[in-house]
């Protein structure tokens, strides 16, 4: 024998090694592509949204407390007499980009103090649950509007947030 890729290799090792090239080829483009696209492919397509009603279900909702421009309320970051925080912005200056679409969705949807409770945290929070009010779409869709409003890098910033605690609860 005088290698792999001698004259006097046998049948069943020069087979062995034309099959095994090709594979490990393959093996070490899919690694390559799982390393560098595999997060982004294995991401569910983003969902289609509604930003129209998204837009017109946060004024009609939500603009009273937060404000028309996504503004808040003045003073949002110390808390009133009655130990409750004002309502915070949602445009980039506010603190909502911190947070993971789960954690959006269930603030919007079982309010404040509820979504705490149920993470064992007793907290006086000023926002009311809409679940009674407003489809999971329709909330969804005003989440759509409220992060379509973002500059790209918190837009960004708020996505990884939100794959990680994707990736955390195993979802």
């Known amino acids: 024998m005088l290698g792999a890729f001698g004259e006097n ?3 069943v090792a020069r ?3 034309m099959l095994g090239c090709p594979i490990g080829l393959i093996s070490a483009i899919l690694l390559i ?3 560098t696209l595999g997060e982004q492919a294995r991401m569910p397509p983003p969902a289609k949204f509604d930003l129209t009603e998204g837009s017109d279900l946060y004024q009609g909702y939500c603009a009273d407390c937060h404000g028309a421009e996504l503004e808040g309320q003045p003073d949002w970051q110390s808390p009133g007499t009655d130990d409750v925080f004002p309502a915070p912005p949602h445009d980039e200056t506010g603190h909502t980009w911190h947070h993971s679409d789960a954690t959006l969705f ?6 404040g103090a509820e979504t705490l409770a149920r993470q064992g945290v007793d907290f006086a929070s000023g926002m009311p649950g809409f679940g009674d009010d407003l489809t999971d779409d329709q909330i969804r869709n005003i989440l759509a509007f409220i992060k379509s409003t973002w500059p790209q890098e918190k837009q960004n ?3 990884r947030r939100s794959a990680k605690d994707t990736e955390a609860s195993g979802l």
């Not at 269930?106 to 309010?111: E, P, R």
């Open 9 to 11: 290799m046998d049948k």
């Open 15 to 17: 087979k062995r090694w």
């Open 33 to 35: 592509w799982f390393l």
């Open 106 to 111: 269930d603030y919007t949807k079982w309010g």
């Open 157 to 159: 910033a708020q996505a």
